[in-house]
């Protein structure tokens, strides 16, 4: 028997964000390429200042200049960061969507487009404030391949005087955006105050949407996830990163390379205690990161969907010999080339299976920014430990969009470098050591590095059958007792890996499971399905493979709804190896249409298959 | 009557004897070539008192590559992947600039599969001993033509490859390689005078050696059969090779010889200028290997050095410890570091 009290009974608006003071979203339509990104960004970063949990969304296509793109903001009270379904706020700059775009707002919302336009105001649900959005760039003063771009900043001035943002916080963000230089941020703030002077002029505001100061976000930062990864991995160590170009992954390798530079040179004699090379492929990327990994580099390289088919191969080979790798898969919509700017969570059940043979990868499944800091620096350990590729399942909306996070915790634990013997040890062991034996019953070989000052130290790394002294082998038994030990060696990595998060309500009876981006869609979903009375318990992921929590939480409730942002429901078909006497229990809620899934998907989602049970 | 001696046992320089670089009882057909280029590999480390626990030995995949496992037991060796060897020697070269890198490759493994990760290892100049064992063929997938074959050679299962060849040296040289060689198992002396030279260069040494496959593409009308290669070779250049350990002996005449000095102090002093050919001359040597083919020569010797070009590791700016050797507090910045950056934030 289930809890739920007549969840057909709950009107679809019960599951919806409530709208209102610091509760609305805006939606800015432009055209790639024109520079919004400064507006958009100048926005985010006031309203945030403002002590508003804010989020930005930007979702744009693959291309460099001409189609249309859209950001998204959210702010909410309540301090949600998922995407809504709906924007109450529509700002229109790309006359090419401008139709499509207004037929979407909700009844009793906002729409700010150029008055040039002359769009005919036709919805007379909707309040419209047209603009000289041309006009305004024109007077800036800027010149005429400038006046694009600061056009944008005419809806920075517009939204600032219907929503009531705090005009010195818009300047303080024109100055971080523009690193302090004055002749840009008075050209944009010029148009941004003639903006906000025309609206007090001639415009009398009807909405309710404004804003207003709040103290929710003392202490917390703005950053992408690629970001915070690149500067998890400086602060984890890495030594050695090769990398390929692809969309979304970039931006991590753009911000190592910054962070490094300014955080692992040596002052005193401008050495790097580090390197960077861009490879000529993703094959080759993660062939100098196995080989750096083999001569004892912590050594990584950032990827997304197609680079990570191309690793494939040395994956397999990493895998076998054993070496430690740490691979940033920031995940966009396959297969094939797919939607290069758009998010997925598809790459899960073959980067987990990656490689021929029998194979099964750790993945680490960040979910927020601070555990894509987190996973920066641990990531290493847990290879380096494990002997192992760990792969990273990062995707674009958390790497490429802004998030609000608490601070970043500094690592307390010491490096990790694994089992690593010394010139000593060896001394000691004399050719006795193993290099693929489990001393210790965590299916953990010993390793030595090239390099080492001992006789013994030297063992010969390949592919093909090894024994447990690392020499050949074509022996069946021998084969399948290695294959034995990285059976175990597997089984003690769901001990180490970091555990899941789980949340239970009590008297719940369904449970929810879900990783990395979909995270906040869940959190947001399960507050408003309990205000229509449906219970909810919430495990999270952290890594594959999983450990026995998630087992015994699937388990424990009626039906455990697995919510990720694919078509096939991956992870599901993971979850359902794992626990095969509850696969018929876990109930597939995926989507993917290229956007980070929404509260409302899951909560209506979770109703209405409720309603089936 | 005499006093018995017990036997001498000649050792080196750092005190290992000739047997502390040996490998593993090789796998490969009696009298393949690649046996002897481990064999001279073998006495070159030991006659220049390599410290093999500071030798890395990569390959990729094929009979060559196996071979890294038949020479030096006490060094470090990764048999990797089909053609993609160069990224994991500069991957290691790149945590560990200090060591010796050997790697040994094919001509499948380096220009058919290979070719791209080939070129890019040359561009980067990584710093590593690269030595192509080239018998035109695949031997361990059973007699295949490779990208060296030459033009109209005929094999018993292959056929006639009727595509022109894809020449090692002359790839090396247009991707600015400042070490590039040829030679032929056949030919020990000049494999150990080259194996000592490339050991000191600064960058990628590229030695593309002619090695018989005894199984497959032996017979005599095939240019990489031992008769073949005993009967053709022309030696283009001659040269002397001084260790930094040693002093130089000035014993030819002004002009007859000129002097590169190597990356490592040791010296390549190239004889015989005056006949013609000079291996410092980039144009000249890419001039020779196309007339080469032209002409269907099989040339061999010095072709091409130039101690200029930068490596990678140096490129970098990488410290004197090795990466893979730095301390933590070399890795991890401080807690107020990192307090910064999120103030900036």
């Not at chain 1, 969840?7 to 390429?33: H, K, M, Q, W």
């Amino acid at each position: 028997m289930s809890t739920i009290t007549r969840p057909d009974l709950a009107p679809p608006e019960a599951l919806e964000s409530p709208v209102g003071v610091n509760n609305f979203s805006i939606v800015a339509a432009t055209v790639n390429g024109s520079g919004s990104q400064t507006a958009n960004n100048t926005l985010v970063r006031a309203l945030f200042k403002m002590g508003i949990p804010t989020t930005g969304k930007n979702l744009f296509p693959s291309n460099i200049a001409g189609l249309p793109t859209w950001f998204l903001i959210r702010v909410s009270s309540e301090g949600y960061i998922t995407r809504r379904e709906k924007s109450e706020i529509l700002v229109a700059m790309n006359r090419a969507t401008v139709t499509e775009d207004i037929a979407k707002v909700p009844a009793g919302g906002v729409v700010i487009v150029p008055l040039e336009w002359k769009i005919p105001q036709d919805r007379t649900d909707l309040t419209y404030y047209a603009l000289p959005v041309q006009q305004f760039a024109k007077e800036s003063g800027a010149n005429a391949k400038l006046q694009p771009y600061v056009a944008n900043m005419v809806y920075v001035g517009a939204l600032t005087a219907l929503l009531g943002i705090d005009e010195a916080e818009i300047e303080a963000a024109l100055s971080y955006h523009f690193g302090g230089k004055r002749r840009p941020i008075e050209l944009n703030l010029g148009v941004v105050k003639a903006a906000i002077a025309y609206i007090r002029a001639n415009i009398t505001k009807t909405d309710p949407f404004r804003v207003q100061r709040m103290q929710a976000t003392t202490n917390k930062v703005l950053i992408d996830g690629n970001s915070a990864a690149a500067l998890g991995a400086v602060f984890g160590g890495f030594t050695v990163c090769a990398w390929y170009p692809i969309t979304p992954s970039t931006s991590l390798v753009d911000a190592l390379i910054d962070y490094a530079k300014d955080l692992r040179v040596d002052a005193d004699t401008g050495v790097h205690n580090y390197a960077i090379v861009q490879s000529e492929d993703e094959i080759a990327a993660l062939g100098m990161v196995v080989g750096a990994g083999w001569a004892g580099a912590r050594s990584m390289t950032a990827t997304s969907g197609p680079g990570i088919s191309l690793m494939t191969e040395y994956t397999g080979l990493a895998y076998f010999t054993e070496i430690p790798a740490v691979i940033w898969d920031i995940m966009r919509m396959g297969p094939s080339t797919g939607l290069p700017t758009r998010v997925s969570q598809g790459d899960v059940l073959s980067v987990y299976y990656l490689g021929h043979g029998d194979t099964r990868q750790v993945c680490l499944l960040p979910a927020n920014m601070a555990e894509c800091f987190e996973f920066g620096w641990k990531a290493f350990d847990l290879a380096e430990r494990l002997q192992t590729p760990v792969f990273v399942l990062s995707d674009l909306d958390l790497g490429m969009n802004t998030w609000m996070t608490d601070q970043f915790e500094y690592p307390t634990q010491p490096l990790d470098r694994g089992k690593v013997l010394t010139a000593e040890q060896l001394a000691e062991l004399k050719n006795t050591w193993e290099r693929y034996g489990d001393q210790d019953g965590d299916g953990i070989g010993q390793r030595t590095l090239p390099g080492t000052d001992s006789p013994y130290a030297a063992y010969f790394t390949r592919g093909s059958g090894h024994n447990k002294y690392a020499l050949y082998t074509e022996r069946g038994d021998e084969w399948e007792a290695n294959l034995a030990r990285l059976h175990r060696k597997h089984e003690y990595a769901r001990t180490i890996v970091p555990a899941p998060v789980v949340d239970e309500m009590a008297d719940a009876r369904i449970g929810i499971i879900a990783y990395g981006s979909s995270d906040p869609a869940v959190q947001e979903a399960r507050a408003r399905l309990a205000n229509v009375g449906v219970k909810t318990s919430y495990l999270r992921l952290k890594a594959l493979p999983v450990n026995a929590t998630v087992v015994d939480f699937i388990r424990k409730y009626d039906r455990v709804y697995v919510v990720e942002n694919n078509y096939d429901g991956q992870m599901r078909k993971i979850l359902q190896t794992e626990v095969p006497d509850r696969a018929n229990q876990l109930i597939q809620l995926a989507h993917c249409d290229g956007l980070p899934l929404s509260s409302e998907f899951v909560a209506q989602g979770i109703v209405n298959l409720e309603k089936e049970q | 009557m005499a006093i018995q001696e017990p036997p001498q046992v000649d050792l080196n320089r750092i005190g290992l004897t000739k047997g502390d670089y040996r490998g593993r009882p090789s796998t490969l057909c009696k009298g393949c070539g690649h046996d002897s280029i481990s064999q001279r590999i073998i006495s070159v480390a030991y006659d220049l008192a390599l410290k093999p626990t500071q030798v890395i030995k990569l390959s990729g995949i094929g009979c060559s590559s196996k071979t890294p496992a038949y020479f030096m037991n006490q060094s470090h060796g990764f048999n990797g992947l089909h053609g993609r060897m160069p990224s994991m020697a500069t991957g290691a070269t790149l945590a560990n600039h200090s060591l010796t890198a050997i790697a040994v490759s094919g001509d499948g493994d380096t220009v058919s599969i290979g070719l791209g990760q080939f070129k890019h290892l040359v561009r980067r100049n990584v710093p590593m001993l690269y030595i192509v064992e080239n018998n035109g063929v695949y031997g361990l997938t059973k007699g295949q033509f490779s990208a060296t074959a030459d033009k109209g050679q005929e094999l018993k299962y292959a056929g006639r490859n009727e595509l022109p060849p894809i020449d090692v040296c002359l790839e090396a040289l247009v991707g600015d390689c400042g070490f590039v060689a040829r030679s032929f198992a056949g030919d020990p002396r000049q494999v150990e005078q080259l194996l000592k030279a490339a050991l000191s260069h600064r960058g990628t040494a590229v030695i593309d050696i002619i090695s018989p496959c005894v199984t497959f593409n032996d017979h005599d009308d095939s240019t990489k059969s031992y008769a073949y290669g005993k009967a053709h070779e022309e030696v283009i250049s001659d040269f002397g090779f001084v260790p930094a350990y040693e002093e130089i002996n000035i014993d030819y005449a002004e002009g007859e010889i000129a002097d590169v000095r190597m990356h490592d102090g040791s010296h390549v002093r190239l004889k015989k200028l005056d006949s013609g050919y000079d291996p410092r001359d980039r144009f000249a040597a890419m001039r020779l290997m196309q007339e080469a083919h032209q002409n269907q020569t099989f040339l061999t010797g010095l072709i091409y050095i130039n101690e200029d070009r930068p490596s990678l590791q140096e490129m970098e700016h990488l410290p004197e410890t090795p990466l893979a050797q730095l301390p933590m507090e070399k890795l991890r910045p401080s807690r107020e570091a990192l307090a910064k950056v999120l103030a900036d934030l």
